[in-house]
């Protein structure tokens, strides 16, 4: 009991990327006919959402002061925004999968919530903390969690609009303000993340797979554009800025679509050259990779949507082999993760 107790004082605020992971590559088997798989990765997700919501309110009663260390800190604060984005995948679970409207609402509300307070009260802190870091120690990729989290939202509540009737005018005018809101962001935020990797030093240690999420962030903006594009017929604002809407999400895709082979060329740089344990091995794996994983999955259902909002049939190629890619990285990382748990408690 009390070696559990540790593990949940030490429990890391982006754990909750399992859940996004999970989640996401549930959704991009079912839309490409992997209808069980999908459906299975459902369930187990809503397993991993428990485990984790339990642990983590148990850490907030009982070992607050750690959790508010990790909120004041520039590199594991970001990872709390995993925790909004976790439960925005998991109701486009509910309402993609089995049409449970009521449940993914109340979910993006808890969410919304989640959001609000934890984003305002991270910026606020690094905004008037004395314990300035460096741009070198202090931006990394899990700062583009944010960005996931505000495309998340605005993802879920697109989906959502059609059962919110006289509403659901609002509530597309709502994503369409969170979607540009997370597009100004990713600009400010990835222009740092690019300083960084461009002018300073970067160790194979350094270089993990939270630095996909450059990838991911651009990922779900572009299902976040395309979820908009594909509502269009709900408000005639939408109508009206729709070339700029088209031409803005393909902007995102494409750039997304860049950063995947030098993504590639740092894995192997990192994990062939530098010999650092790859996620497969219990020392390799890292809940980090989860932030990996999430991407890769992530890329191949927006892609898919993007190619039915742009009417690019072609495009559908993309997503019928790539979900092989996150699927086998998917079980890579799970399996990494089974062994580090089977370590563990070989060690207690």
């Not at 990285?329 to 060690?347: P, Y």
């Amino acid at each position: 009991m009390d070696f559990l107790k540790q593990k949940i004082k030490e429990l890391l605020p982006a754990y909750f990327a399992l859940v996004m992971a999970t989640g996401i590559i549930s959704l991009a088997a079912y839309f490409n006919g992997f209808e069980r798989f999908g459906y299975f990765l459902f369930y187990l997700n809503l397993i991993f959402l428990s485990v984790l919501v339990f642990s983590y309110i148990y850490r907030c009663l009982f070992y607050w002061r750690h959790v508010l260390v990790d909120f004041e800190s520039y590199k594991k604060g970001p990872g709390f925004f995993t925790i909004v984005a976790a439960l925005c995948i998991v109701g486009n679970q509910f309402v993609i999968l089995y049409q449970h409207f009521l449940i993914a609402k109340v979910l993006l509300v808890i969410a919304a919530v989640i959001w609000f307070v934890i984003g305002y009260g991270f910026f606020l802190n690094i905004t008037v903390t004395e314990k300035k870091e460096s741009l070198k120690n202090g931006i990394s990729g899990t700062w583009l969690v944010f960005i996931v989290s505000i495309q998340a939202l605005s993802t879920l509540t697109s989906i959502l609009m059609e059962d919110f009737g006289t509403q659901a005018y609002v509530l597309l005018f709502l994503s369409l303000c969170l979607f540009l809101l997370g597009c100004i962001f990713y600009l400010y935020i990835m222009s740092l993340i690019i300083y960084r990797i461009s002018f300073f030093s970067l160790h194979a240690g350094e270089l993990g797979a939270p630095y996909w999420i450059n990838m991911g962030a651009t990922a779900i903006t572009t299902l976040a554009g395309s979820m908009l594009i594909l509502n269009t017929q709900q408000a005639n604002f939408i109508i009206d800025i729709l070339p700029f809407l088209k031409g803005f999400t393909l902007f995102f895709w494409v750039a997304g679509t860049w950063w995947i082979p030098l993504l590639i060329l740092l894995g192997f740089w990192r994990h062939a050259i530098k010999k650092v344990p790859a996620p497969l091995s219990p020392k390799g794996y890292d809940p980090s990779y989860w932030g990996m994983v999430f991407p890769l999955g992530m890329y191949t259902v927006c892609t898919f949507r993007l190619s039915e909002a742009l009417q690019i049939s072609f495009l559908k190629f993309i997503p019928q082999f790539f979900v092989f890619i996150a699927i086998f990285a998917w079980i890579v990382v799970i399996i990494g993760f089974l062994r580090h748990l089977l370590s563990l408690f070989k060690v207690k």
